[in-house]
């Protein structure tokens, strides 16, 4: 096997060599880099409109906010909000994205607070755990997409040893809910 290998170069030269090389590393470019981004490229398109959709609809129950009274307009807003019901459910989809991205969530606190002569509230949660950095990212990045009626209020990671793979991450949310009585 290594003597064909060498007779190939040999035969081939060094221009021959180095075309090779390239042919190889225009594949691996175009399979490592651009490949994967055109798939998340048709992946944000389909996001984009999934976005859409979901704008349009909640544009058909909550009114125009352009056209209406003050009081149409600030309806069609907290129609927006989730419902207080859901929290269960909302806090139950930010743990299956954290379970699914590998990112260990060893504690939570959570805080409700009703804004004085308002029909919203906030929900505040705090959670800490541990994970790679990247993964954090990636986590905190699906929450959000996934639950628009969320904000990110503070964020912070700390590295425990340099040699550890693993942060310690904070993240404190607000989830704005919307009271339905």
Same mark, same amino acid.
Not at 57 to 72: I, K, L, M
Not at 159 to 176: C, I, K, P, Y
């Given at each position: 096997?290594?003597? /064909?290998?060498? @007779?190939?170069? &040999?035969?081939? +030269?060094?221009?021959?060599?180095?075309?090779?090389?390239?042919?190889?590393?225009?594949?691996?470019?175009?399979?490592?880099?651009? %490949?994967?981004?055109?798939? %998340?490229?048709?992946?944000? =398109?389909?996001?984009?409109?999934?976005?859409? @959709?979901?704008?349009?609809? @909640?544009?058909? &129950?909550? +009114?125009?906010?352009?056209?209406?009274?003050?009081?149409?307009?600030?309806?069609?807003?907290?129609?927006?909000?989730?419902?207080?019901?859901?929290?269960?459910?909302?806090?139950?989809?930010?743990?299956?994205t954290a379970r699914r991205n590998g990112?260990? /969530?060893r504690q939570g606190s959570y805080r409700?607070?009703? &804004?004085?002569?308002?029909?919203?509230?906030?929900? &505040?949660?705090?959670?800490? +755990? *541990?994970?790679?950095? =990247?993964?954090?990212?990636?986590?905190?990045?699906?929450? /959000?997409?996934?639950?628009?009626?969320?904000?990110?209020?503070?964020?912070?990671? *700390?590295?425990?040893?340099?040699?550890? +793979?693993?942060?310690?991450?904070?993240?404190?949310?607000?989830?704005?809910? @919307?009271r339905d009585s």
């Amino acid at each position: 096997m290594k003597a /064909l290998f060498a @007779r190939l170069v &040999e035969a081939l +030269g060094p221009v021959g060599t180095v075309g090779i090389g390239l042919i190889v590393f225009c594949a691996a470019f175009y399979f490592g880099t651009i %490949r994967p981004g055109e798939q %998340r490229l048709a992946s944000l =398109h389909t996001e984009q409109a999934r976005l859409e @959709r979901l704008q349009a609809q @909640r544009a058909r &129950e909550g +009114g125009n906010a352009e056209g209406g009274s003050v009081e149409e307009r600030l309806q069609g807003f907290y129609n927006l909000l989730a419902s207080e019901e859901l929290i269960g459910k909302l806090l139950k989809t930010i743990d299956a994205t954290a379970r699914r991205n590998g990112v260990l /969530l060893r504690q939570g606190s959570y805080r409700f607070n009703w &804004e004085a002569g308002s029909r919203s509230g906030r929900y &505040e949660v705090t959670y800490t +755990g *541990q994970t790679p950095y =990247h993964q954090a990212r990636i986590f905190l990045h699906e929450v /959000l997409r996934d639950l628009p009626m969320l904000s990110l209020d503070e964020v912070g990671f *700390q590295r425990q040893q340099t040699s550890s +793979g693993t942060t310690e991450l904070t993240a404190r949310f607000s989830l704005f809910v @919307r009271r339905d009585s």
